[in-house]
């Protein structure tokens, strides 16, 4: 009897050993395989300040008419000096809504389809500049940092265009010509560049599995302390054991929400004839399932910043959706309740502009708020610690 237990008892003990040792190998592989970037961006993360579209061809936000959200975000792109074009969307008569729903057994709800059909419009509105290549789609109900033009759309650009120059670009008639970058790299290298969503969760496995020069863990010191952001997005961040104040560029592997993300024209033209024209039979939930489902196709090729640069501020349940392998998204019933967005840090939506204070001094009086140090700064003169959540 005694001899048995002894023998499962090893038996357990080599399992586990094993196990032990196989996560070893991981996290070993996700250190090997983080490219520490920091010396390669210094140069651009003092200089170059992304232009007024963020680097792509203009910036366009989906708005319901009258929606009560938009002066906030007029005013928070003022503070932070972006340009954001915001296209009138017609009345949407309930032809519109049906043709959108599937034929056979639709689950979408009317608040969705509205969602929806306001994307769609913006995809459309894009199409129809024939100037533009390139869009970044936000919703209006989004929060963004003080720092996003400054710092974080150029580091992540910057890794994109790293990323981008290592890429085989399938071979496209416009640009078989050069392969000279652009700002966010070689011309059709993505389809999809995911900046805002409420999470892109996986297993480090999934992460370790990616060719290695698809993944780039960079500082970027603009990033809440881990134990400020949302508690999935911490957990994920250490379970990867990524080092605090870096943030990841990668393959989209699940994300979820729309709260902001660039396409091109081509991938416009692919979301809105063939992805997103309208809900699947069978039901979807929402947009933003399409897009998961259209990042899942290998030849869309979606890219994600995480933690993300844009969150939207309230935790409104139109788009938490559940979709299979367990997806669960930032927004969900675990929210702390608060008003700030999640994972933004140095927030402009929030900032009200006061009597006889203009927009500029706005903008200063946010600089000096404690959650708008830049913890970077903050290190390299020996305030370590200093900074709170
Ligand atoms: C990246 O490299 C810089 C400079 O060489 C160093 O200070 C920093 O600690 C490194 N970061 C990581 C995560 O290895
Ligand atoms: C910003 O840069 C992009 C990419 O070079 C360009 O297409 C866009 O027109 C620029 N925006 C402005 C306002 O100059
Ligand atoms: C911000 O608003 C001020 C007026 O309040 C205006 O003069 C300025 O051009 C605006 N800036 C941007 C970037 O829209
Ligand atoms: C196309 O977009 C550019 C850049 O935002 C803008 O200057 C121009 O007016 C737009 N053209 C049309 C026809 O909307
Ligand atoms: C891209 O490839 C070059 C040469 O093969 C390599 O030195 C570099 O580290 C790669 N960059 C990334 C981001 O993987
Ligand atoms: C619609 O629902 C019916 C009844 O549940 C089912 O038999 C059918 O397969 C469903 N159709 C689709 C396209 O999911």
């Not at 010191?221 to 997005?233: I, N, V």
């Not at 409104?316 to 019933?333: C, M, R, T, Y």
Request: hydrophobic share 40%; charged share 20%.
């Amino acid at each position: 009897m005694e001899r048995r237990t002894n023998r499962w008892l090893l038996l357990a003990l080599a399992l586990l050993l094993s196990i032990t040792i196989v996560r070893q190998a991981d996290i070993g592989r996700i250190r090997h395989v983080a490219h520490n970037i920091t010396n390669s961006l210094r140069p651009l993360y003092t200089g170059a300040h992304a232009n007024t579209t963020l680097g792509f061809g203009a910036i366009i936000a989906v708005s319901r008419p009258g929606s009560s959200r938009r002066e906030a975000l007029i005013r928070a792109a003022n503070i932070t000096e972006i340009d954001i074009t915001i296209p009138e969307q017609p009345q949407w008569t309930e032809d519109d809504i049906s043709g959108l729903r599937a034929v056979e057994n639709s689950t979408i709800t009317r608040g969705s389809t509205l969602a929806w059909l306001g994307h769609l419009n913006a995809l459309h509105y894009f199409l129809h500049n024939t100037t533009l290549s390139t869009v970044l789609i936000l919703e209006d109900d989004v929060d963004f940092s003080l720092h996003l033009r400054t710092h974080q759309i150029p580091l992540a650009a910057t890794a994109m265009r790293m990323v981008a120059s290592n890429l085989t670009i399938p071979p496209s008639p416009r640009n078989h010509k050069s392969r000279l970058q652009n700002y966010w790299g070689i011309p059709n290298a993505w389809d999809l560049l995911y900046v805002g969503h409420c999470g892109d969760f996986y297993t480090p496995e999934s992460l370790a599995s990616l060719p290695q020069s698809q993944l780039i863990i960079y500082p970027d010191a603009t990033l809440p302390p881990y134990a400020a952001l949302h508690g999935k997005t911490s957990s994920q961040l250490s379970d990867l054991h990524v080092p605090e104040a870096h943030r990841l560029l990668h393959p989209s592997i699940s994300p979820l929400c729309t709260f902001a993300f660039a396409l091109t024209r081509h991938s416009a033209h692919r979301i809105l004839t063939q992805y997103a024209a309208r809900e699947a039979d069978g039901g979807t939930e929402a947009y933003d399932v399409r897009i998961l489902e259209a990042c899942r196709d290998p030849t869309f090729r979606c890219w994600t910043v995480n933690p993300e640069l844009f969150h939207h501020v309230k935790a409104e349940s139109e788009i938490a959706a559940v979709n299979g392998g367990g997806q669960w998204s930032v927004d969900e019933a675990d929210g702390d309740g608060r008003e700030e967005a999640f994972n933004i840090g140095c927030g402009v939506r929030g900032l009200a502009v006061r009597e006889g204070e203009s927009v500029a001094e706005a903008r200063e009086r946010l600089r000096g708020e404690e959650r708008c140090r830049i913890g970077g700064v903050e290190r390299e003169e020996g305030k370590q610690g200093a900074q709170r959540g």
